[in-house]
């Protein structure tokens, strides 16, 4: 039982170790460095309000993990 939830959280760390050496390389990359800021991502400025809604880099970011998660799953 010890042993599976070690395994775990090995594996979230080696995750979150991924995730942050991605945070640190996108915004290098200057193809990705504006990912998030496509045309038809909505962002609205009022003041100190700011209301930001990405929903082009959202579909484009599900079809991209759509195509990378198929093509790992599938069955041979």
């Known amino acids: 039982m010890f042993e599976d939830f070690a395994k775990l959280l090995i594996f979230f760390g080696i995750i979150l170790v991924v995730i942050g050496v991605l945070f640190l390389v996108i915004p290098k990359l200057p193809y990705l460095s ?3 800021r496509l045309p038809g991502d909505i962002c609205i400025k009022k003041g100190n309000f700011v209301f930001y809604f ?4 959202s579909i484009l970011l599900s079809i991209v993990l759509t195509i990378i998660i198929n093509l ?3 069955k041979k």
């Open 34 to 36: 504006n990912l998030g």
């Open 54 to 57: 990405p929903i082009v880099t």
């Open 72 to 74: 790992i799953l599938r």
